[in-house]
């Protein structure tokens, strides 16, 4: 009888912890980085370096969820930026800069064709990357459309 008491205590302990929760993340919050311009011998020009400050280091790892314009990387609807800003004006048009776009990798049941500027909310891991030159420098990691 003791036994039985202390597992359903322990299972209705597991049950009503709370889930993790989702940090609402704003494009001023990911302003919060300085670039450096550096020479890459994988491209032959000169590319920025990221330094990212104590708000945004503190955010890394963490499940966040942000709003954007959604801007297609190829023709198969495979890889998506999320930007702060439309197509038109967006980091690689030249408009703005890197802190602006944040790289989406879809988790697979959420791969699909969206449609260029639509304003859509994801969530997902959120990791900054200071050494892959192949990747932007935020990457939302195991992303979903949110709620």
Known sequence: MRCHF?????VGVITTLP??????????ILADVQFESEYSETW???????????IVKSL???EVVLSGYMIPLDALGTSYVLSRIPNASCF??????????VSLQLQAQHLKRYRTDAYLTFKG????????????????????PFP
């Open 19 to 28: 889930g993790r929760a989702q940090e609402f993340l704003g494009w001023e």
């Open 60 to 62: 890394e790892g963490n």
């Open 44 to 54: 032959g020009v000169d590319i920025l370096t990221a330094e990212f400050g104590e």
């Open 92 to 101: 690689f048009c030249g408009g703005a800069g890197p802190e602006t776009v």
């Open 6 to 10: 202390w597992g359903a205590v322990l």
């Open 125 to 144: 891991i959120l990791v900054l990357n200071v050494s892959n030159e192949r990747q932007l420098n935020y990457v939302l990691r195991e992303a979903e």
